[in-house]
């Protein structure tokens, strides 16, 4: 990490944070050694608010040595600058130092990422509830389809029938006129042939 990206990473957490509980005018130097170097202080004022600039500051009241490592432990909360007197860290102001301690850090955001990743699932679990149900109506209209075709071919085949029977009902009762007729015929035929006879035996009277 670059000094001029560190420095802006300080200042974004600090400028943030809530020093109303250091009560008093706090200011502290931080001298970084190794990757990268540099300086820059956070100074607490007396109206609570923080300011972070990357300068040295005289009338500091904690000299802080650090690195980069250090400095992001403390700005995370994992470290204190009152624990930096442990090793000779730090020099100056103890209490100063304990007061500094006293800003409360504002909460780390939590990664965008998870929601996105919680965004994109409820995405794929609508795409594939839509998915179901658009194959499930699809099922049931060629189900539907498929019925009424034999229903339609029962339907023909019904008037098919009907037409037959009635067909075969009228060419019974045209057989039946016809033999009805040929009786008829057949009865006139005998009378005559019964009436001749009878002719015969009159003339013989006479």
Known sequence: MKYEELVAKVKAVYEKADASQVGRHVAVQ???SGDPEGWFYVEVKDDGSVSVMPYTYDDKNVDAFVTAEDVVAIISGKKSVASLFADNGAQGDYE???AFDRIVLAPA??????KTVAKTATAKTTTAKKTVAAKTAAK???TT???AKPAAKK?????EAKVKTAAKTAA???AAKKTAAAKTASAG??????AKPAAKKTAAKK
């Open 155 to 159: 339907t023909e085949e019904t008037k």
């Open 96 to 98: 100063a130092a304990e």
């Open 189 to 194: 035929a005998a009378v005559k042939t019964a």
């Open 145 to 147: 389809k498929t019925a």
């Open 30 to 32: 931080f001298t970084m």
């Open 140 to 142: 049931q209209s060629a």
């Open 109 to 114: 955001k939590k990664p965008e990422a998870k």
């Open 172 to 174: 019974a009762k045209t």
